[in-house]
């Protein structure tokens, strides 16, 4: 195993963030020096970053005086977009006016940096990480990921043709949350029906049984729950994911995975996954995984 | 056929509308202030492309007939669908009926005008900074600090001719720096602020639409020109030339954004330099037809009648 010595690693993400505390474990057990904040560039930090006609340098004042120079990072850990984290005393306008203008510069800097990052997210990513289904399938296709079929649409006997493929079964999979519903009895279908005729919604085939998730990290996946799928769909997934995770350069992702008529599919795909749902062999697999990523080597 | 998609309320989507028109260019429009309400939509995704249709008043289109899309849904009203006092449920809907036709126009594999997984750069002004350097045009001397030292060490280091703007795509009036506001640089430790040193010269805004470049001159003594007469300064436009090289980053910078058309922001100084600010992803073009009588919507319209390389 080999240490890392004085380098020091920035991991931004919040106190309660069990990925964080992990990873943090792992690099001072390397007697890495590590900072652990939800507000990089604000708060107790004091954060400056010159470019243009000139080389780009940047620059972290830690509050007892420290001061870690852009090229004195050894790695970045991204769980958190930046703060602040504290509402008390702003107005809800002049808050979220504050969240965007730090992530903004957040976002842009993590670019600038030299050193590992996981992950370094591009601000269509960044801003919009939380995503449906339907919107990441093309390319999880394109990476030879399956992926449950979709719909949406404002027409409540479209919605049914749609379920007819599976039985007159479906699950509502609205766009701007997490939540799933199965519709699946004449008393869902009366609800779809009239949420459909006020506004679109979306529909996806419906599941069989629990999910599995996949994590990706550092080109390594970790299952929970990998004895839902068969050793095939396992391989054929893994190999879509790390090519996902390469394609678009994150050395974290998730994929939550379950069983459809077709064989498993992927249901969902996470960029900021939790680490507690993980039994505690993969949790380390992920946590090593991740150290790995940003530079560790053991 | 052309989809259209945004609010009538919007004047760029009705002058996109009126220039069709006018073209005879046949399109359909999408009214993202009436939608969901006096539309139908079926969108399936089975395979890599998204089928379906979208039917509006007197009207059925397929999505396999669709050859362009020009869009400005961040521009649209985005009325919510359902009836409600409670803001945080209309707030909800509204974002349902939004997120369903971004994915769409995400997925469509004709040119669209422009995707907005391309626009996202624009709510990071450092981040475009970082696009437009690697695109070899030059950018403003830059601070984004939370350090009110660092801060004040920059502006004397200008001379005091600093400016400073907002760091993300929320719409702010480029200011410069006062005596005044350096008070209150302590405010800079709940988050950062972005600072750039004045560049003197003449405003260029620059349209690309596919390939074409046009190019507008304009000239005045206020910082921000958009507030130029409201603030009781002088404004005059005029096309301008630029020379190939600057035109070549212009291009390279809207391709590498994975944009089809984009409101570039420039200054020529008085040595003749070329200095590029940020990239609007959704510009707002008609203040600059009317100013300096450039066709720039004659431009998109072509663009979209004849479609391009989908990006």
Known sequence: MTGVGAAIYLLIGHDDDLCCREVADVLRARAARVIVTPEPLAGEVAFSWAFGARPSSSSLRLADGTRIDRDGLAGVLVRAQGGPVEGEGWTVEDLAYARTETSAALVAWLWDLPCPVVNRLTPDLWFGFRRPLVEWRPLLLRHGIPAANGLICGDAAAARGFARRWGGVAVYAPLTSRARYPVADEASWAELAKISAQLPVCLLEPSVGAAAYACVAGGVVVWQGRELLSGGERAAMESGLRSLAAGLGLGLIEAEVRRAGGGARCYGLELFPWLERYDTASRDAIVGALAGSLGVVG | ?311
């Open chain 2, 1 to 311: 056929m052309i989809l259209v998609c945004g609010g009538l309320a919007d004047d760029v989507t009705a002058f996109v509308c009126a220039r069709l028109e006018y073209e005879g260019d046949p399109y359909r429009l999408l009214d993202l202030g009436r939608y969901p309400r006096d539309y139908a939509v079926r969108w399936e995704w089975e395979g890599d492309t998204p089928a379906g249709e979208i039917a509006g008043p007197g009207w059925r289109l397929d999505l396999a007939e669709i050859g362009a899309v020009y869009t400005r849904c961040g521009a649209a009203g985005w009325p919510s669908p359902v009836a409600t006092a409670d803001d945080r449920s209309a707030a909800a809907a509204r974002a349902e009926c939004q997120g369903g036709v971004e994915v769409l126009l995400e997925q469509l594999p004709c040119p669209v005008v422009n995707r907005g997984g391309g626009t996202m750069a624009n709510m990071s002004k450092p981040f475009q900074l970082g696009q437009i350097a690697r695109a070899g045009l030059g950018v403003p001397d830059t601070i984004v600090t939370s350090d009110p030292e660092a801060a004040r060490a920059f502006c004397a280091e200008c001379g005091g001719d600093v400016i400073f703007k907002s760091l993300s795509g929320v719409r702010s009036i480029v200011r410069r720096v006062a005596e005044h506001d350096l008070e209150r640089l302590a405010l800079l430790r709940h988050g950062p602020a972005q600072f750039q040193r004045y560049v003197p010269g003449d405003n260029i805004r620059v349209h690309t639409v596919g390939d074409e470049i046009i190019a507008t001159r304009i000239r005045t003594g206020a910082v921000d020109y958009r507030y130029a007469r409201g603030r009781g300064f002088d404004l005059a436009m005029e096309p301008t030339r630029l020379p190939g090289w600057v035109e070549d980053a212009c291009r390279a910078l809207t391709t590498g954004a994975g944009l089809l058309m984009a409101g570039i922001d420039l200054k020529e100084t008085p040595e003749g330099e070329y200095v590029c600010f940020e990239v609007n992803t959704s510009p707002g073009f008609i203040w600059f037809e009317q100013g300096s009588g450039q066709p720039i919507s004659t431009a998109l319209a072509a663009l979209l009648r004849r479609g391009a390389p989908a990006v």
